[in-house]
């Protein structure tokens, strides 16, 4: 991928997490690197005119994931009744646009094991969230014109790469996280005292990988989109798919994210019965697509995690475009 610039104004950050996560993380960014078909994905999805032949090329060079495209386009969700064997029908079966989610999905899924992770911390809920997180930020992104879709696609899909480089690379200290959370202290007060802001965190690996800088703010920004030095929008449009994913009951558990809605709507130029018609699809999209996800991971069933009538309220501030903060 062509060389982005590093971000100005930023160089302090280092200085907001705990010394030693700091020391470590350019190591981890040099050995843990994004595989090379990551990169080569990443190109292609920037580029606008890439089309399905250039995509199945890319996983021709990796038999591991075209083997788990050819095994996904043959799972229960496309009820076929002839089994696919070949990676071309595997992507006419799937689509190019659903192709281009599960192919950078399983991509970051073989970057981290989440299988090990400290006891009382769901790794599987929170790929499921990363996951979901993604897909809800491609379609907002279709339906605004915001951002390209494959831009809030990616930046939602590594939008808790901090919470992930914690819980696989620093679990001593993702512990003595869980210990605060555990004793009431919300989590984003907890990783500030702690000195592990995963925001920080992510977009200091971000940076190291010299991802391009739009998911680097987008990573770094996604809490509090309004901070954002850069194209906000995008910051916007993932924090409001985190809130979305929440309510929809694919939580990262320990975080109760805040959208400040009449902000986001305006920024996005997104109108009330926009929302409210896209809320009523995700309610039914969501569940249908979550079991091909979980066989991305080879996991079971699962069902979601939240209450999904807290999207009520939502749908109410929508309608009326007020009361500032959902949560």
Known sequence: MAETRRPTGRDDLENQIDAQVAHRLPDIGRLVSLPHTMY????????????????????????ALAAKVISLSNSAFYGLATPVSTLDRAILIIGFKELEFMAMGLGLSETFDLSQVPRGFDGEG??????????????????????????????GLLHELGVIILVSKFPQQFHELLELT??????????????????????????????????????LYHHDPKKCPGRNEIAALVNLADSLAHKAGYPMKLEDPSV??????????????????????LMTSLPQVQPVWLQMMRSGTRKPAGDTGSFSSLMDSAAGKHGKTAR
């Open 260 to 281: 400040d809605l009449a902000w986001t709507m305006d920024t996005l130029k997104l109108a009330p019965p926009t929302l409210q018609n896209f809320i009523k699809i």
């Open 126 to 155: 929170l790929w499921l969230h990363s996951l979901s997180v993604s897909w809800i930020a491609r379609e907002l992104a279709v339906i605004t014109r915001a951002c390209e879709p494959s831009e809030a696609m990616i930046t």
């Open 40 to 63: 080569t994905l990443l190109s292609l999805l920037m580029d606008e005119s890439t089309q399905a032949k250039d995509l199945q090329s890319v996983l021709e060079q990796d038999p």
């Open 182 to 219: 555990d004793a009431g202290v919300p989590f984003l007060d907890a990783e500030t005292s702690l000195g592990l802001r995963h925001t920080v965190i992510g977009y200091l690996l971000a940076r190291n990988w010299n991802l391009p800088e739009i998911f680097q703010e987008g990573i």
